[in-house]
């Protein structure tokens, strides 16, 4: 506990003092409590388990020139010896992608049980072992985002693929199993739990108010930095310490709609949050996800879906409370983390 002369100003009330709170956001549709006593100053956030300087394995198959190790290929950027992406299999998918007749058997109301159809794919960011994305210029981060979207438009060309996830896992305690820089997209055959919840919570935001929340999102939420389309922030009731949002300030339902300027923009902010992320909390494992529209979204959800990244550091693990209750405890205050990632200075 910090003394009284060392307490953060909160207009007032120390950390001591300062009361918990339950907050509710619309996106995530969940109560979070934040509870800033169990906790230390805001600044005293750090990784215990940075990552590593990434020493190079003696083989590591995602490096250019082992490319005969990896998985099958699905495609390369570019298409040429020198690539700076490639594309491939998950040499160990969650999903398979040999069984879409399966998953065309009809669905009863009853099932609980449908074929484990799906797309599991690895992203390689770059052919240099140590260079991670935060290391790429905007155009190159670009690239890999543009990677996505042009994989995206691929799987979605079968139809019983319902939800696509990007999502990039960095660091071992994040739930990387290799260290070379990638990410990774799987296509599932239903709609994720987590993506029902959140239709549910906006549409109930736009049915009351006539409005996106996440076109709202610089008034809601706790903003960081913005560029010319899109803007960061901390949400109003994030689930996890040190928690960003980056949301497109023009209303946009599916991330794949994103062209190419749009794209460039996105990965300098991209790029400033994961920098301003490793200087102020000690380089910690992180994870981003895009969280987009459903493939088969209807006319009239697309008024209230809105797409985003999350990017959450892994500064804190999850306890049996927050498995038994699906309610999470956070030990700092969003207003105090956007003001803490606004002062980063990176020169």
Same mark, same amino acid.
């Given at each position: 506990?910090?003394?009284?002369?060392?307490? @953060?100003?909160?207009?007032? &009330?120390?950390?001591?003092?300062?009361?918990?709170?339950?907050?509710?956001?619309?996106?995530?549709?969940?109560?979070?409590?934040?509870?800033?006593?169990?906790?230390?100053?805001?600044?005293?956030?750090?990784?215990?388990?940075?990552?590593?300087?990434? @020493?190079?394995?003696? *083989?590591?198959?995602?490096?250019?020139?082992?490319?005969?190790?990896?998985?099958?290929?699905?495609?390369?950027?570019?298409?040429?010896?020198?690539?700076?992406?490639?594309?491939?299999?998950?040499?160990?998918?969650?999903?398979?992608?040999?069984?879409?007749?399966?998953?065309?058997?009809?669905?009863?109301?009853?099932?609980?049980?449908?074929?484990?159809?799906?797309?599991? /794919?690895?992203?390689?960011?770059?052919? *240099?072992?140590?260079?991670?994305?935060? &290391?790429?210029?905007?155009?190159?981060?670009? &690239?890999?985002?543009?990677?996505?979207?042009?994989?995206?438009?691929?799987?979605?060309?079968?139809?019983?693929?319902?939800?696509?996830?990007? $999502?990039?896992?960095?660091?071992?305690?994040? !739930?990387?199993?290799?260290?070379?820089?990638?990410?990774?997209?799987?296509?599932?055959?239903? =709609?994720?739990?987590?993506? *029902?919840?959140?239709? /549910?919570?906006?549409?109930?935001?736009?049915?009351?108010?006539?409005?996106?929340?996440?076109?709202?999102?610089?008034?809601?939420?706790? =903003?960081?930095?913005?560029?010319?389309?899109? =803007?960061?922030?901390?949400? $109003?009731?994030?689930?996890?310490?040190?928690?960003?949002?980056?949301?497109?300030?023009?209303?946009?339902?599916?991330?794949?709609?994103?062209?190419?300027?749009?794209?460039?923009?996105?990965?300098?902010?991209?790029?400033?949050?994961?920098?301003?992320?490793?200087?102020?909390?000690? /380089?910690?494992?992180?994870?981003?996800?895009?969280?987009?529209?459903?493939?088969? =979204?209807?006319? *009239?959800?697309? @008024?209230?879906?809105?797409? $985003?990244?999350?990017?959450? @550091?892994?500064?804190?693990?999850?306890? !049996? $409370?927050?498995?038994?209750? !699906?309610?999470?405890?956070?030990?700092?205050?969003?207003?105090?983390?956007?003001?803490?990632?606004?002062?980063?200075?990176?020169?």
């Amino acid at each position: 506990m910090t003394s009284p002369s060392h307490a @953060p100003d909160h207009g007032g &009330d120390s950390v001591e003092t300062r009361s918990p709170e339950l907050r509710k956001d619309p996106v995530t549709n969940r109560w979070v409590i934040f509870s800033p006593a169990r906790a230390k100053r805001p600044t005293d956030f750090k990784s215990k388990s940075p990552q590593s300087n990434n @020493p190079k394995p003696s *083989s590591c198959p995602f490096c250019i020139g082992r490319e005969h190790e990896c998985a099958p290929e699905i495609f390369r950027v570019p298409d040429d010896p020198n690539w700076k992406i490639r594309v491939i299999e998950n040499l160990y998918p969650a999903l398979s992608r040999n069984l879409e007749t399966q998953s065309k058997q009809p669905e009863t109301g009853t099932s609980r049980t449908i074929a484990g159809f799906g797309f599991h /794919d690895v992203v390689i960011e770059s052919p *240099s072992h140590s260079v991670q994305l935060s &290391d790429i210029d905007p155009f190159g981060i670009s &690239d890999v985002l543009i990677t996505y979207k042009k994989r995206i438009e691929q799987i979605a060309q079968h139809d019983s693929i319902s939800y696509i996830q990007v $999502f990039k896992n960095q660091g071992a305690s994040a !739930g990387a199993s290799m260290s070379h820089s990638h990410s990774q997209i799987m296509a599932l055959p239903v =709609v994720p739990p987590t993506v *029902s919840s959140r239709l /549910d919570g906006t549409k109930a935001y736009f049915d009351e108010t006539g409005k996106c929340c996440l076109c709202e999102a610089q008034s809601k939420h706790f =903003v960081i930095d913005e560029s010319c389309h899109f =803007v960061s922030v901390a949400p $109003f009731a994030a689930t996890f310490p040190f928690e960003v949002w980056i949301v497109p300030k023009d209303h946009s339902s599916h991330f794949h709609h994103l062209d190419d300027a749009k794209a460039v923009d996105l990965g300098g902010l991209l790029k400033l949050m994961l920098q301003k992320i490793a200087k102020q909390l000690n /380089d910690p494992p992180y994870n981003y996800m895009i969280h987009t529209s459903p493939l088969k =979204v209807t006319e *009239s959800q697309l @008024p209230y879906t809105h797409w $985003f990244l999350q990017i959450v @550091p892994q500064l804190s693990g999850v306890g !049996g $409370f927050e498995i038994g209750t !699906g309610c999470y405890i956070n030990p700092v205050f969003p207003e105090d983390v956007a003001k803490v990632l606004r002062e980063v200075s990176l020169t």
